[in-house]
């Protein structure tokens, strides 16, 4: 068939990411927030979104939302843009980002989307792997860009699936060797309490990612990307002029509006994750590893195929990350509230060999 030949073939040899959706179970693997808005705080936002206008298209580069979370993350306004979730604006950045440096840098492991639109925008990809800490080489990170290359390095930090914040010197060090843009993705920075936004004061060729996924807001899909404003402004021309919907935009001010709600389940789910990683060093044959993140990421001494299909059979869904050499029978699981993060351990402690 003619369409093989026009293909790309590195989209030929890659599977994608795959969402698995799984009918009547407890969702354990997408790092989603277990708790929703309560009913008052929903009936409101509801009766906000049954003002649009549906027959009108949305307001194109949301300005005053751009201005409040400007004002809500610190920044100038011209340094923030948002997007349709953190995907769209890594996709962004992978498809302006390809002068005469080229390239996008990767440790591994780490969020698998990095690669995947990085190789679906045409883009030629490193992947250095973390330490045995699951920390940055930073060495061999060094190494890859002494050639000129790349013109992004993708560094989650919190890590997924790892759960760690990588070492601020580290980063530093790579941020002032780096010829391109170092991005660092700070999905998860609300469950470490810290961030490292302050260092766009000291580097200009630094950008940050922001998300309202994990927050309690993953069906608004709405993404944040934050740096410095002659980048932002070269980045805003490739974005879709309508790329964030009306719903969207209401359910992000609504955010702010009521953000002490939101923050007060990011501190249930940092309690919840540590009682959980307790329950998980008492399974023998499961090693968790200490967690910055809304999951928690742990190693098996079986194989975690068949812990991954026995939990469904129990009901509930994991991330299996059996992937060789760097994560051999591995399972990443997302924080639920109490009566979720009970049933995957008494589940697991059924399941695990005795």
Not at 344 to 350: D, E, G, P
Request: some cysteine; glycine content about 6%; overall charge positive.
């Amino acid at each position: 068939m003619i369409w093989k030949n026009i293909v790309n073939r590195k989209i030929f040899e890659q599977s994608g990411y795959f969402a698995q959706e799984i009918a009547g179970v407890i969702k354990m693997d997408a790092n989603e927030n277990p708790f929703t808005i309560q009913e008052p705080l929903k009936r409101k936002l509801l009766e906000k979104m049954s003002r649009i206008d549906f027959n009108r298209y949305p307001v194109a580069g949301a300005p005053e939302l751009r201005n409040r979370y400007a004002k809500y993350f610190g920044v100038d306004k011209d340094m923030i843009m948002l997007g349709n979730g953190s995907d769209e604006l890594i996709q962004i950045l992978c498809m302006t980002l390809k002068g005469k440096i080229k390239g996008v840098l990767v440790p591994v492991p780490t969020f698998s989307m990095y690669k995947i639109i990085a190789v679906n925008t045409g883009n030629n990809v490193i992947e250095v792997p973390l330490n045995k800490k699951f920390d940055l080489d930073c060495d061999a990170i060094v190494d890859q860009i002494k050639e000129n290359f790349p013109a992004l390095i993708f560094l989650s930090c919190p890590n997924s699936p790892t759960g760690n914040l990588f070492s601020r010197a580290k980063i530093e060090a790579i941020i002032k060797k780096s010829p391109g843009i170092v991005v660092i993705d700070e999905a998860y920075a609300a469950f470490s309490g810290q961030t490292l936004l302050p260092l766009l004061k000291k580097y200009d060729n630094l950008i940050f990612l922001k998300t309202l996924s994990k927050l309690g807001l993953a069906s608004m899909r709405l993404g944040f990307l934050i740096g410095n404003k002659e980048i932002v402004a070269q980045l805003d021309k490739v974005r879709l002029p309508y790329n964030v919907n009306s719903l969207s935009q209401i359910a992000a001010d609504f955010f702010l509006d009521y953000h002490n709600e939101f923050s007060s389940q990011v501190k249930e789910i940092i309690k919840r994750r540590e009682e959980l990683y307790l329950g998980l060093q008492k399974i023998a044959g499961i090693k968790p590893f200490p967690s910055q993140a809304n999951f928690i990421f742990f190693s098996c001494a079986f194989d975690s195929d068949r812990i991954y299909k026995q939990l469904v059979a129990e009901g509930i869904v994991v991330k299996n990350l059996n992937i060789p050499p760097h994560m051999p029978d591995c399972v990443r699981v997302t924080v639920g509230n109490r009566k979720e993060n009970d049933s995957l351990l008494r589940a697991l402690k059924s399941v695990v060999p005795q």
